[in-house]
C-alpha cells in the first residue's frame, strides 16, 4: 500500500516553527524565502501527523541526501509546489513528486526522444510535460540523487484506471494522480494500491 498524504501550506507556518525540533528548525533557517520556509515547516508537521495515523510515534528523521526514518521502520518521501505539500509512507524504498500544471520552456532539456513526440503531439502540453516531469523527479527522490541525465529517465506511460495514471521508469512503477490543478506522482519498486489521505489543519497540528 502507498499512503499518500496531502495538506495546505499553512500560510502562518512560522507560528508552528516552535512545535518542530531543534534540528529541524535548523534545516528551515537556511531557507530565506518565506513560502521555502512554510513549505517545509508544513512538510515536517505533515510527516509528523501522517506517521501518527500510521502508528509511528518513535522515530528519527534522516536528511541524508535521501529522507529516511533510523532503522527504515517505514520508508518515506516528500514534496511541495506553490499551495500544496505531500507526504508519501510504504513499506518499500519510494520517491515523490507533486507539481503544479504550468507552462514550461525546458522540454528539450529533459524529455527523451519518445517522450517528446508525445508532447508534441499532446493536446495538452502543460499537463503531459509535467507527468514526464514528476515522474522524473520522483525517480530520482527514490535513488536520492540524480543517477542518469534527465533524458535517460524514460517514463513510459501505459494506462489509466479511474484517476490513477500507471506507468514504468526502467525496472520501477510510477502512479500518478491529479489534484486541483496539480500532477502527483509516486514511484516504488513493486505494485501497489494507492491510499490517498488530504488531511485538514486540524488533523494536521492535534
Not at 82 to 102: A, P, Q, W
Amino acid at each position: 500500500m502507498i499512503n499518500i498524504y496531502l495538506t495546505e501550506t499553512l500560510h502562518n507556518a512560522e507560528t508552528y516553527f516552535n512545535r518542530l525540533d531543534e534540528a529541524s528548525q535548523e534545516r528551515i533557517k537556511t531557507f530565506k524565502l518565506p513560502l521555502q520556509q512554510a513549505q517545509r515547516i508544513t512538510g515536517d508537521l505533515l510527516l509528523k501527523a501522517a506517521l501518527r495515523k500510521e502508528g509511528y510515534f518513535d522515530y528519527k528523521v534522516i536528511y541524508t541526501p535521501k529522507l529516511m526514518l533510523e532503522n527504515n521502520v517505514a520508508y518515506i518521501s516528500k514534496s511541495h509546489s506553490h499551495n500544496y505539500v505531500m507526504v508519501v509512507i510504504t513499506n518499500e524504498l519510494v520517491g515523490c513528486d507533486i507539481e503544479l500544471v504550468k507552462e514550461v520552456k525546458i522540454q528539450k532539456k529533459v524529455l527523451a526522444l519518445n517522450e517528446l513526440e508525445v508532447f508534441n503531439e499532446s493536446e495538452n502540453k502543460d499537463l503531459t510535460f509535467m507527468r514526464y516531469w514528476t515522474a522524473k523527479e520522483a525517480y530520482i527522490k527514490y535513488y536520492g540523487g540524480l543517477v542518469k541525465p534527465y533524458q535517460n529517465i524514460v517514463f513510459n506511460i501505459a494506462h489509466q484506471e479511474s484517476s490513477i495514471w500507471y506507468g514504468t521508469i526502467d525496472d520501477l512503477y510510477c502512479y500518478q494522480t491529479g489534484f486541483n490543478g496539480y500532477v502527483i506522482s509516486t514511484v516504488t519498486k513493486s505494485v501497489k494500491q494507492i491510499n490517498f489521505n488530504y488531511l485538514t489543519i486540524n488533523e494536521l497540528l492535534y
